[in-house]
């Protein structure tokens, strides 16, 4: 239970993906980008953060500067569908009362987290999909954008390929880009976002974990807030994101501990993928079982992010 009474100290933590991801297979120019889009998302957070602000509003922030940038895997840059068009899927969740809002399968909404807090807002509702949460989209006024807004040419590249390989629904270089921030607020309150393109190639309007609450995304102050990243069947089989949360209330384990045993469980099951986490408490981790995540953490102390699994 959060029982800070005075300012504690605020933390952000970020993902924008994990996967198959190594040095010898990273051009440095691209990596400079990457790393740069990390800390812009960081800073976008942080600066919130930093004077108070709440961990929803922080979290929110540092979600839609990772849509904006094409680089990820959520927003622009967005993975194409099977039908070559783009899915999208978001969901925010509020620790101090565990509100949240969800979307899935969204197609014009230019920054889709900011589409599933306004789901969370309104209230009455949890989870919208498909043309309702457009319609809904549309209704509370936010940005819309045409479907090749979203479009990049590496997205199309990763789709050509997988069709040309007959692949199965995975990608086929197995790099889950899909962003995601929790934060501590300096009021004691978590809150975690998580936004994504979800798979290349998915069909038949397939939804992964990103917007179901409990797997892709969990928050609540008695516990901690996740966000998560990988193949997502896996995630949603798991409770990836509330199982970390029950094992550190109700088992008292550390946030590392839990979040490794429950990556450890979606090993098992034969899925890869990770997590961030942040406690009340102010505990931040990451637990990934692929050979890299696309991740950074800021605090008072300042910013760090990292891509390879030895950072
Ligand atoms: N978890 C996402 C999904 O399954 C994919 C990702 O993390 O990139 O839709």
Redesign the pocket.
């Known amino acids: 239970m959060s029982t800070a009474t005075a300012a504690q100290d605020w933390k952000l933590v970020i993902h924008g993906?994990a996967g198959i991801i190594e040095r010898a297979q990273m051009k440095p120019d691209k990596e400079k980008e990457l790393r740069a889009g990390l800390d812009r998302a960081l800073e976008a957070g942080a600066r919130l953060l930093a004077s108070g602000g709440s961990a929803v509003d922080a979290v929110e922030a540092a979600a839609k500067a990772l849509e904006d940038d094409p680089n990820f895997?959520a927003g622009r840059g967005s993975v194409f569908t099977y039908d070559g068009g783009h899915e999208l899927?978001a969901a925010i969740m509020d620790g101090r009362d565990r509100a949240a809002g969800a979307v899935a399968g969204v197609t014009r909404t230019k920054n889709p987290i900011s589409l599933a807090r306004a789901v969370m807002a309104q209230g009455d509702h949890v989870f919208l999909g498909g043309a309702g949460a457009d319609q809904f989209s549309r209704e509370q006024g936010l940005e819309q954008v045409p479907p090749d807004y979203f479009s990049t040419p590496e997205r199309q590249r990763q789709l050509d390929e997988l069709k040309a390989r007959e692949h199965s629904a995975f990608d086929t270089e197995v790099k889950?880009?899909?962003i995601g921030a929790v934060a501590l607020d300096s009021h004691g309150h978590v809150a975690a976002a998580t936004s994504?393109g979800?798979?290349t190639g998915k069909r038949w309007s397939r939804i992964?974990?990103?917007p179901v609450i409990g797997a892709?995304t969990y928050a609540d102050d008695r516990a901690c807030a996740v966000s998560?990243?990988?193949?997502?069947?896996y995630?949603i089989r798991a409770a990836v994101a509330h199982s970390i949360c029950a094992r550190i209330q109700l088992k008292g384990e550390s946030a590392q501990a839990a979040a490794d045993a429950v990556i450890a469980d979606v090993g098992a099951l034969g899925g890869s993928?990770g997590v961030i986490v942040v406690t009340p408490a102010g505990e931040t981790v990451d637990a990934f079982n692929t050979p890299g995540m696309y991740r950074g953490t800021a605090s008072a102390q300042g910013r760090k992010v990292a891509i390879f699994g030895d950072e």
């Open positions: 993906g895997n899927d889950y880009g899909t994504t979800g798979l992964g974990d990103t892709g998560a990243t990988g193949a997502g069947e995630f993928g």
